[in-house]
Structures are given as structure tokens and as C-alpha cells.
């Protein structure tokens, strides 16, 4: 899937606009933007107001599940770029996931 054709919010295309920079794969890209709509159902609330402990509760969470390390990276890394792109660099808000 192309992931330029979908439409959505400031933040989902800011983000497809950063990995498209990263010239990341579509699967890539859907595996990325799948782990912010991940932790979003799981906070119920958008990424930018994620604090440190959410996160921290959401990868243990993915732990405690049988998220495959592989999977729990890709997720984090999904994480990374989605927060990247949302702001949280600019804002000297450093996001930590390990």
C-alpha cells in the first residue's frame, strides 16, 4: 500500500512525510504507524500527550503479552519517529524506550 495516498491527520502525514524522507519501505511505514495506533488504543488518548510512564506501561505491556524482540523493537522504533514527528524533539522532550 502507498502509504502517500492515504489520507489522515496533521500527525499521521508528518510522520509518512519523515519516513518517506527516510525512504522506509511501505511495510515499514504501516508497521511504524501501526505501533502509534498500538499505543494510542492503549493510552486512549494521541501520542503527543504520552508521558515517560505511559510509554514505560506500554512496553511492559508489549513484554508481558509475548511481543516477539523483533516485533518490541520495531514498535519502539515506530514509537520514536511517530513522537519525532509529533513534536516531541522541538518541545527538548527526548523520548527514552528501553
Known amino acids: 500500500m502507498d502509504m502517500t495516498a492515504r489520507k489522515g491527520t496533521p500527525?499521521?502525514?508528518?510522520?509518512?512525510?519523515?519516513?518517506?524522507?527516510?525512504?522506509?519501505q511501505d511495510k515499514t511505514q504501516q508497521a511504524y504507524?501501526?505501533?502509534?495506533?498500538?499505543?494510542?488504543?492503549?493510552?486512549?488518548?494521541?501520542?503527543?500527550a504520552a508521558t515517560v510512564e505511559d510509554l514505560r506501561n506500554f512496553q511492559l505491556e508489549l513484554v508481558d503479552t509475548g511481543t516477539s524482540p523483533v516485533t518490541l523493537n520495531a514498535t519502539l522504533t515506530g514509537l520514536r519517529l511517530g513522537?519525532?514527528?509529533?513534536?516531541?524533539?522541538?518541545?527538548?522532550?527526548?523520548?527514552h524506550l528501553h
Open 11 to 24: 500527525l499521521r502525514q508528518r510522520m509518512v512525510e519523515d519516513m518517506r524522507m527516510r525512504k522506509l
Open 33 to 48: 504507524i501501526r505501533a502509534v495506533l498500538k499505543l494510542t488504543c492503549f493510552l486512549k488518548r494521541l501520542l503527543d
Open 83 to 95: 513522537r519525532a514527528a509529533a513534536g516531541g524533539h522541538r518541545r527538548g522532550r527526548r523520548l
